[in-house]
């Protein structure tokens, strides 16, 4: 293990926002991702979905809702979406990185309809 990947070890555990530092919070939420099943998500478990930056973990993805949308998360998952291509396909799909957010029953985030 090299010194780098230590102090990024170190630096996680310790809840840093490295991401933070580098963008701002509207440059780490980059859209929300709305489908049917995240509308359903919304309804019924008060879920939301936005595609994030890479390089964010959770604490900035956290931070960055709470100063965008001034609500406190109570959750936050991170899935990193694959790659779908083939080689004789038009339609292609890009990996990214999107983050689930789970807020309190009482909160409730607005999107521009």
């Known amino acids: ?3 780098k990947e230590k102090l990024q070890r ?3 555990k310790n809840n840093s926002i490295k991401a933070l530092v580098k963008f701002s919070p509207y440059d780490i939420i980059l859209a929300p991702v709305l ?3 995240t509308y359903r998500q919304q309804e019924v478990a008060n879920k939301y979905v936005f595609k994030v ?3 964010a973990n959770k604490n900035d993805i956290s931070a960055a809702i709470q100063y965008i949308y001034k609500v406190t998360p109570l959750k936050v998952n991170v899935v990193n979406t694959v790659f779908k291509g083939r080689e004789r396909r038009k339609l292609v799909r890009r990996a990214f990185k999107k983050a689930v957010i789970t807020l309190g029953k009482d909160q409730k985030i607005e999107f521009a309809a």
């Open 1 to 3: 293990m090299t010194f």
């Open 10 to 12: 170190r630096a996680r």
């Open 35 to 37: 489908t049917e099943k």
């Open 53 to 55: 930056h890479n390089d």
